[in-house]
T-cell receptor
Framework: SQQGEEDPQALSIQEGENATMNCSYK?????LQWYRQNSGRGLVHLIL?????REKHSGRLRVTLDTSKKSSSLLITASRAADTASYFC????????????FGEGTQLTVNP | DTEVTQTPKHLVMGMTNKKSLKCEQH?????MYWYKQKAKKPPELMFV???????INESVPSRFSPECPNSSLLNLHLHALQPEDSALYLC????????????FGEGSRLTVL
C-alpha cells in the first residue's frame, strides 16, 4: 500500500502564480523527499527534509514537514511553464528505511 | 558524472521472448533499485540491491529476474511476460541503502504484445 497520499491530484495555474501540493503519510518516517517527473521521463530529486526538520528551502521551492500531523507541503513560487510535471512525495520509514515509497502524485500544469 | 543510464529506451517483446533491461551508474553508489511505473501512477518498488546483494524483493513474479554483476551494473531479465507487465521500468541508485536521495535513469518503456 502507498505510504503517501497527495492532494490535489491535479493542479492547473497561470505562470507567475504559486503552486502548493500536499502529502500525508501514515507511519513514522526517517525523511521525506519530493521528486519531479516530466511526462515519460525519469524522476528527478528536488529536496529532502529529515524528520527533525520543519522547513527547507531550495531556490523557488519551499518544503514544510509537520510530523505531528504526518504531512508535508511543497510550495513552488513564481511558477513557470517549465514547471509543468508530476510531483511525488516519497518517504523512508523509520522501521524500514531501505524502502522509499512514493505517494500518488500531483499533476501540475502551468499555463503560459 | 551524476547519470544513471538505462538501455534500451524502448522495448517491444512477445510473451515468449527473453530480453533484458540494463542499468549503469558510475557515482560509486552502493544501492541500486528497480521500480515499475504504470501510466499516471507512482513508481512501485520491485527490487533493491545493496553491495551487489539482493536486499529486497517485493514479491515480484519470477518472470522478472534481477542481476547485479558488479557495483555499477544492474540488469533485469525478462521471460514469459504478460501484456499487463507493459510499463516504464525505472532504475535508480543511492549512496547508501537507508538514507539519502535516489538518482533515477530515464527508464525503459516496455510493451508486451
Amino acid at each position: 500500500s502507498q505510504q503517501g497520499e497527495e492532494d490535489p491530484q491535479a493542479l492547473s495555474i497561470q505562470e507567475g502564480e504559486n503552486a502548493t501540493m500536499n502529502c500525508s503519510y501514515k507511519t513514522s518516517i526517517n525523511n521525506l523527499q519530493w521528486y519531479r517527473q516530466n511526462s515519460g521521463r525519469g524522476l528527478v530529486h528536488l529536496i529532502l527534509i529529515r524528520s527533525n526538520e520543519r522547513e527547507k528551502h531550495s531556490g523557488r521551492l519551499r518544503v514544510t514537514l509537520d510530523t505531528s500531523k504526518k504531512s508535508s507541503s511543497l510550495l513552488i513560487t513564481a511558477s513557470r511553464a517549465a514547471d509543468t510535471a508530476s510531483y511525488f512525495c516519497a518517504t523512508r520509514r523509520e522501521t524500514s528505511g531501505s524502502r522509499l515509497t512514493f505517494g500518488e502524485g500531483t499533476q501540475l500544469t502551468v499555463n503560459p | 558524472d551524476t547519470e544513471v543510464t538505462q538501455t534500451p529506451k524502448h522495448l517491444v517483446m512477445g510473451m515468449t521472448n527473453k530480453k533484458s533491461l540494463k542499468c549503469e551508474q558510475h557515482m560509486g553508489h552502493r544501492a541500486m533499485y528497480w521500480y515499475k511505473q504504470k501510466a499516471k501512477k507512482p513508481p512501485e518498488l520491485m527490487f533493491v540491491y545493496s553491495y551487489e546483494k539482493l536486499s529486497i524483493n517485493e514479491s515480484v513474479p519470477s518472470r522478472f529476474s534481477p542481476e547485479c554483476p558488479n557495483s555499477s551494473l544492474l540488469n533485469l531479465h525478462l521471460h514469459a511476460l504478460q501484456p499487463e507487465d507493459s510499463a516504464l521500468y525505472l532504475c535508480a541508485s543511492s549512496q547508501a541503502l537507508t538514507t539519502g536521495e535516489l538518482f533515477f535513469g530515464e527508464g525503459s518503456r516496455l510493451t508486451v504484445l
